[in-house]
């Protein structure tokens, strides 16, 4: 999977920001403060509303790329700056409280990259994507994982950060 983690760095665009203070000081030049305004009001109705249709369907006026039978978790939070950044693929699955985040602030320069996932994904409650990463059709996000490299089709992943999980099952008596 090392091989992942460097294709989701070159997949990052890098921004340089100007004077001695963190790049989350100059976020007003990087997007207009009243789009980030409005994204931030939808995705709060997203976040609270029980309607899956009209999820999506609100998802997509900020820019999200929403396929069919898209299914969003409660409080599920797509990244608020960049939410056109983000792809999924139809009947994926973001579950309660994961997070997708499309950029990074640090203290000399901001990052930004597209997210995907793929048709018939599932990402787990409170998981974290962080902005590269690619998640294949039918892949699997667990709970709390923190996702910082591309998860190929069908691999379940778990952890932070998150790895792939074994077949096997330790405890498991059976031979």
């Known amino acids: 999977m090392s091989d992942d983690t460097t294709r989701r760095h070159e997949r990052i665009t890098h921004h340089a920001t ?3 203070l963190n790049s ?26 029980p309607s899956l249709r009209l999820k999506s369907w609100l998802l997509r006026r900020i820019g999200v790329t929403v396929g069919r039978g898209v299914s969003w978790g409660l409080e599920s939070t797509p990244d608020v700056f960049w939410p056109d950044l983000i792809t999924v693929e139809d009947h994926a699955i973001i579950g309660y ?21 793929g048709e018939r994904a599932m990402i787990g409650a409170g998981a974290v994507i962080l902005p590269g990463v690619e998640i294949g059709a039918g892949a699997q996000v667990a709970a709390n994982s923190l996702v910082t490299r591309d998860v190929p089709a069908g691999e379940t992943v778990a952890g932070v950060p998150a790895t792939e999980m074994s077949d096997e099952n330790p405890g498991s008596d059976d031979a």
Do not use: K, M
């Not at 000081?25 to 509303?49: D, E, F, G, K, M």
């Not at 409280?97 to 996932?117: M, N």
């Open 18 to 20: 100007p004077g001695g």
């Open 24 to 49: 989350l000081q100059y976020w007003t030049t990087a997007r207009s403060p009243l789009r980030v305004a409005i994204q931030y009001l939808v995705i709060w109705l997203v976040r609270i509303n």
């Open 97 to 117: 409280d994961a997070t997708i985040l499309c950029h990074e602030f640090l203290q000399d320069e901001y990052r930004t990259g597209e997210v995907r996932i």
